[in-house]
């Protein structure tokens, strides 16, 4: 059954795996469900073969427009909402989604906005500096005794959610969403304006910007707000310029 959700909006990002095998898994995971866009992030070499192998000739066509890319900052830039997986649970990573509980905002914003689906490596998952991009944390719901999940399992849940969330008809869709590149300038500018004032410690401005992003993040800010935003940041900045002479 096809999707009525936009999947040429939604790819899944593979944040340095370590097997080839798991990409080509991964890969007809993703087909089985209706997504056909994967990324692979991080400067290792894959057996392409093996990667072929475990795909099956059916989501040969997904293989063949793998995107490589050598930093996760570059494979995240033209995406407007971003959702990474975890299975910590650490008070900086929250909050927490479950696959069924996000796969609706997933299928109503990829009407109108390029979405991400991160996951990372096979033994140590997403760090803390990787999850700062998303906009939401997903933690699938697995035994207490057996918590990891297979790569390439975790991206069928996942898939198979969106599919199952986007079969009735959205009744909203979403404006188009800030791309994640224009939300890291702007809490370039956020940092360094809020350094200037003395808001932030210079010695330690990543502190408070951690809680900013994750409060900016809730809102899934429209490229007009990000505008709006780096407009204040600038008359707060040519103000505090005109105090100092």
Same mark, same amino acid.
């Given at each position: 059954?096809? &999707?009525?959700?936009? #999947?040429?909006?939604?790819?899944?990002?593979?944040?340095?795996?370590?097997?080839?095998?798991?990409?080509?898994?991964?890969?007809?995971?993703? =087909?089985?469900?209706?997504?056909?866009?994967?990324?692979? %992030?991080?400067?290792?070499?894959?057996?392409?073969?093996?990667?072929?192998?475990?795909? #099956? @000739?059916?989501?040969?066509?997904?293989?063949?427009?793998?995107?490589?890319?050598?930093?996760?900052? %570059?494979? &995240?830039?033209?995406?407007?909402?971003?959702?990474?997986?975890?299975?910590?649970?650490?008070?900086?990573?929250?909050?927490?989604?479950?696959?069924?509980?996000?796969?609706? =905002?997933?299928?109503?914003?990829?009407?109108?906005?390029?979405?991400? /689906?991160?996951?990372?490596?096979?033994?140590?998952?997403?760090?803390?500096?990787?999850?700062?991009?998303? @906009? %939401?944390?997903?933690?699938?719901?697995?035994?207490?005794?057996?918590?990891?999940?297979? /790569?390439? @399992?975790?991206?069928?849940?996942?898939?198979?959610?969106?599919?199952?969330?986007?079969?009735?008809?959205?009744?909203?869709?979403?404006? =188009?969403?800030?791309?994640?590149?224009?939300?890291?300038?702007?809490?370039?500018?956020?940092?360094?304006? &809020?350094?200037?004032?003395?808001?932030?410690?210079?010695?330690?401005?990543?502190?408070?910007?951690?809680?900013?992003?994750?409060?900016?993040?809730?809102?899934?800010? &429209?490229?007009?707000?990000?505008?709006?935003?780096?407009?204040?940041?600038?008359?707060?900045?040519?103000?505090?310029?005109?105090?100092?002479?």
């Amino acid at each position: 059954m096809d &999707l009525p959700a936009k #999947t040429k909006n939604i790819s899944v990002i593979l944040q340095k795996p370590k097997y080839a095998g798991n990409i080509g898994a991964a890969a007809r995971a993703a =087909k089985n469900m209706g997504i056909s866009n994967l990324v692979v %992030a991080g400067s290792a070499k894959y057996d392409q073969e093996e990667i072929k192998k475990r795909s #099956t @000739h059916l989501a040969a066509d997904v293989v063949e427009k793998i995107k490589y890319v050598d930093d996760i900052r %570059a494979a &995240l830039d033209k995406f407007s909402y971003i959702v990474g997986t975890t299975a910590r649970k650490g008070a900086a990573r929250g909050p927490f989604f479950t696959p069924r509980t996000i796969a609706e =905002k997933i299928t109503a914003v990829s009407q109108n906005n390029k979405v991400a /689906l991160m996951f990372g490596p096979e033994d140590t998952g997403l760090t803390n500096d990787e999850l700062r991009y998303c @906009h %939401a944390v997903v933690v699938i719901p697995s035994s207490r005794k057996f918590t990891s999940l297979n /790569l390439s @399992h975790a991206v069928m849940i996942m898939c198979y959610e969106i599919l199952l969330a986007s079969l009735p008809a959205c009744a909203e869709i979403p404006p =188009k969403l800030a791309r994640s590149s224009e939300l890291e300038d702007m809490y370039e500018q956020i940092k360094t304006v &809020l350094t200037r004032i003395g808001f932030l410690n210079p010695q330690n401005p990543d502190y408070w910007m951690t809680h900013i992003r994750r409060l900016f993040n809730r809102t899934s800010l &429209l490229a007009r707000d990000v505008k709006i935003i780096r407009g204040i940041c600038r008359q707060i900045q040519w103000y505090n310029n005109q105090k100092n002479t």
